[in-house]
């Protein structure tokens, strides 16, 4: 398919990314109804025109190297030993540590982050296979703000800089609707099918029986809009003056 990443392709390859904010309760439902696998990142100093980092992923070290060119960035990726990788973390300048979910959007997924620590922040990110393809994508109605070109909202500026705030994401019924579309596998068309796939190894951190077998996962609804109505509610609720 045109646009996709192959995995098997060469070390180095360019990837864009759209980033967008998401409210706690999609998040937290999302990893309900899908599972997740804990990363740890820890990024070393900056540089000028590179950037590097080691991320724990389960039972699995990486380290990365980001650089800058006239052709934008390129990211490689080594598997490196847990003991190398756990080493690494101790003497990195800053860390952050999420919980991450790849949810099916049309052809591709999305990428669905607890932030834990430094601070607590949910986040989507859609992942292109190349510059200009990302341009076709319309963003989901349960995503929040995107915040692609707001450099605080990378994990190695949380890292390393820390964030200071984080604008409230108000719920609607729309946004409530799309989710649980999406949640059903019945995303529209605006998941542009040049998304790529998740790189990273989804091994969830605990599986149902229903997730062991061959049989898909059910989602029932009425559960869902349950839960996410008492989220409304309590939502509503804080935001009421005493």
Known sequence: MAGVLNPLQPLGVMTVRRRFLLTPSFARLIRRERHG?????????EQRDRSSWVRLEEDRGLLILKTVGPDGEAEDETDIPLGHA????DVCAGEVDYTRTALPIGEGHALVDEITR????????VEFAADGEERAFRPLEWFGPEVTADPRYTNQSIALRGLDEVPEIPLSDAALNSLIDTLEGRSTAQAHKSITRPKAKQVPVSRTKAQTSSEPVKVDLDEIEAAMMREMEKTLQKGKPE
């Not at 696998?37 to 100093?45: N, Q």
């Not at 756990?86 to 973390?89: D, I, M, P, V």
């Not at 430094?118 to 990110?125: A, E, G």
């Open 37 to 45: 696998l804990r990363h740890v990142e820890g990024f070393f100093p």
């Open 86 to 89: 756990h080493a690494l973390l």
């Open 118 to 125: 430094p601070r607590v922040l949910h986040l989507v990110t």
